[in-house]
């Protein structure tokens, strides 16, 4: 709870200095590297970047056991996330009010939304998220690692995108995300078994990330177009 806690503060931390620096989404993409650096540096200098071993065993117990000897206990965990972000998404005001901010801010705002506000709700619950992440993986792999989830920001953005979300904002699809992510993983799991050259390895990362992007281009002039077509039947 404490992790989650301090998660959420990192969270709050990036929406007040995001709001009071113009909530666009450069300031936004920059102030999130800027303190991931810092985060990660207070993490080093707290650890010394030294792993933690001899966990207690009902925390490894989350990440090692199978319902039924067969369904990872993570991936019932995951699911949960995943259904209670859809259900927020689909049917509360905070999910709606969150999309809108997404998709025009200024439209957002001469809606009566409070856009500061949603702005730093919505960085703390990304960050809470973030946090449970870090400590289920954590109960997966049987330690604490410093650097876990150096590496997973790209990725981060390439499973919504292949699941259906738009970069610009504005749509999102929970279950889309929740399989482009099974997906990513499961090409690299393959990859691995596979042997391929850890070099490999990066460079197709890299060409899933660009393939992503791209997809949401595609869709982004599918959807300029058939806006157009709406309008010119008006």
């Given at each position: 709870m404490i992790a989650v806690m301090i998660g959420a503060l990192c969270g709050a931390f990036n929406g007040i200095v995001i709001t009071r620096l113009g909530s666009t989404g450069e300031i936004s993409w920059l102030v999130t590297l800027a303190t991931m650096s810092m985060f990660a540096g207070v993490t080093l200098t707290i650890t010394k970047a030294n792993p933690y071993y001899n966990l207690p065993g009902g925390f490894v117990w989350i990440g090692s056991y199978n319902i039924g000897g067969v369904l990872p206990l993570m991936i019932v965990i995951t699911i949960i996330f995943a259904l209670l972000l859809w259900y927020m998404f689909r049917f509360t005001s905070l999910g709606r009010q969150i999309l809108a901010v997404g998709a025009n801010q200024r439209a957002a705002a001469l809606s009566g939304i409070n856009v500061q506000n949603v702005l730093l709700i919505e960085h703390i619950l990304s960050a809470v998220i973030a946090a449970c992440a870090g400590i289920l993986f954590s109960t997966r792999l049987g330690?604490?690692?410093?650097?876990?989830?150096?590496?997973?920001?790209?990725?981060?953005?390439?499973?919504?995108?292949?699941?259906?979300?738009?970069?610009?904002?504005?749509?999102?699809?929970?279950?889309?995300?929740?399989?482009?992510?099974?997906?990513?993983?499961?090409?690299?799991?393959?990859?691995?078994?596979?042997?391929?050259?850890?070099?490999?390895?990066?460079?197709?990362?890299?060409?899933?990330?660009?393939?992503?992007?791209?997809?949401?281009?595609?869709?982004?002039?599918?959807?300029?177009?058939?806006?157009r077509m709406e309008r010119a039947r008006i």
């Amino acid at each position: 709870m404490i992790a989650v806690m301090i998660g959420a503060l990192c969270g709050a931390f990036n929406g007040i200095v995001i709001t009071r620096l113009g909530s666009t989404g450069e300031i936004s993409w920059l102030v999130t590297l800027a303190t991931m650096s810092m985060f990660a540096g207070v993490t080093l200098t707290i650890t010394k970047a030294n792993p933690y071993y001899n966990l207690p065993g009902g925390f490894v117990w989350i990440g090692s056991y199978n319902i039924g000897g067969v369904l990872p206990l993570m991936i019932v965990i995951t699911i949960i996330f995943a259904l209670l972000l859809w259900y927020m998404f689909r049917f509360t005001s905070l999910g709606r009010q969150i999309l809108a901010v997404g998709a025009n801010q200024r439209a957002a705002a001469l809606s009566g939304i409070n856009v500061q506000n949603v702005l730093l709700i919505e960085h703390i619950l990304s960050a809470v998220i973030a946090a449970c992440a870090g400590i289920l993986f954590s109960t997966r792999l049987g330690s604490i690692h410093s650097d876990i989830g150096v590496d997973w920001m790209l990725f981060s953005f390439a499973a919504p995108i292949i699941g259906g979300a738009r970069m610009e904002g504005g749509r999102v699809n929970i279950i889309g995300a929740f399989l482009g992510g099974l997906l990513l993983t499961m090409v690299t799991n393959i990859v691995v078994h596979l042997q391929v050259n850890v070099y490999i390895v990066e460079f197709l990362k890299g060409v899933i990330i660009l393939l992503a992007v791209g997809l949401d281009r595609i869709r982004g002039i599918r959807e300029e177009h058939r806006e157009r077509m709406e309008r010119a039947r008006i």
